[in-house]
């Protein structure tokens, strides 16, 4: 039975770049050796990583005076590295469910964080938007894509001071002015990679401006000055990214991968507005492309487990929702077909009319 990968994270990933990426495992480059078994500091492994920046920078047209760094730790480890880095005395955040309380936790550990808003009261189901953002805060932090309750911000929001971002789940999935961020960072493994690659995309002129000692590792400096090669780094993960972004570019770019991908919500997102059964959770003006999150109405509550069982056998995977919101979670990234969507659409319907 063909499988539709809904998985929230590790996810789908274009079967090229998995077929491109197993080839280079067996044979890289024709070189008679494994990618796995060469050194990071190789010609070979150079190359890849010098064309892995280079489309970084051209796909999502970062301008000069950025570096891009290709890291270990996971967007969790950005958690405290960002605040080792920018945090002087205070930091402000956007508190738009579990990543951002995360983010905001450790940032708690250097000194004064302003919550500017929160939407916990309503389940963070709406991204907050009326709220003030201190200028004199050293950075304003915010989770462009909530994972895990189906909010996304959507545009690229000004900000008084540096404005960081968590793209752990929506990086490369429409173009964006760069220019707007301070740093943008994500885990590799939603949009682009295997897990083990965390991605930092760091404004210069931001660092070395605080006052503290900044372990080696920990210091944004440490891997500017060394290319991301001041220890070893994830090389798998990094080949793998380098297929995505070179599919990305010869399908079109971020333009084109925007259009694919509000297609894609708009036919699960009508799907379910549609329907007598289904209903999503998230505000309608907040509304993910990249996670789809829905439940059943309360009269339908005891279906939840039927249909997720129902649509397994239909080769359905990944739709079961986060614990914190239940019910049902689509994750729709770039990699997932139209087709997959179109497949879980048609699955509700039968459903819906067996049942209701
Ligand atoms: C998955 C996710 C994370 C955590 O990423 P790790 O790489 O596992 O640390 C952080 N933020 C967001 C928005 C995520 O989706």
Request: zero cysteines.
């Given at each position: 039975m063909k499988k539709h990968n809904f998985n929230a994270g590790p996810s789908i990933l274009p079967r090229e770049v998995i077929e491109k990426t197993a080839q280079a495992v067996l044979d890289f480059n024709g070189s008679g050796l494994s990618v796995l078994e060469i050194s990071h500091r190789s010609k070979d492994f150079e190359v890849v990583m010098n064309e892995t920046v280079a489309l970084f920078k051209e796909l999502l047209n970062i301008p000069e005076g950025y570096s891009v760094l290709f890291l270990g730790g996971g967007a969790s480890m950005q958690f405290c590295m960002i605040p080792f880095n920018l945090f002087e005395k205070k930091a402000a955040f956007l508190n738009t469910g579990v990543w951002a309380n995360k983010a905001m936790k450790e940032a708690k550990g250097f000194g004064e964080v302003v919550e500017?808003?929160?939407?916990k009261d309503a389940n963070y189901t709406f991204i907050p938007k009326d709220y003030v953002i201190p200028t004199d805060a050293d950075y304003f932090h915010i989770t462009t894509n909530n994972t895990i309750y189906?909010?996304?911000?959507?545009t690229d929001i000004d900000s008084p001071v540096p404005l960081i971002a968590d793209m752990s789940s929506d990086i490369f999935s429409r173009p964006m002015d760069v220019s707007k961020y301070g740093l943008i960072y994500g885990g590799a493994?939603?949009?682009?990679?295997?897990?083990g690659l965390t991605f930092v995309i760091v404004?210069?002129?931001?660092?070395?401006?605080?006052?503290r000692y900044i372990p080696t590792m920990l210091n944004y400096k440490t891997h500017i000055a060394d290319g991301s090669m001041f220890n070893t780094p994830p090389v798998l993960p990094i080949y793998s990214a380098l297929e995505t972004l070179r599919l990305l570019k010869a399908n079109g770019g971020l333009a084109e991968m925007e259009k694919r991908n509000i297609a894609k919500a708009e036919l699960l997102y009508n799907a379910i507005d549609n329907s007598k059964i289904f209903v999503g959770t998230a505000a309608k003006e907040d509304r993910s492309r990249m996670n789809i999150c829905f439940v059943m109405k309360p009269e339908y509550k005891e279906l939840e487990a039927d249909f997720q069982k129902f649509a397994s056998e239909r080769g359905?995977?990944?739709?079961k929702g986060h614990r914190s919101v239940g019910g049902f979670r689509a994750s729709t990234y770039n990699?997932?077909?139209?087709e997959s969507v179109q497949a879980l659409v048609d699955c509700m319907q039968e459903f819906e009319k067996l049942k209701a």
């Open positions: 500017v808003a929160s939407s189906g909010t996304e911000i959507l493994q939603k949009n682009l990679a295997p897990a404004k210069d002129e931001l660092l070395g401006k605080v006052s359905m995977v990944g739709i990699a997932l077909p139209i």
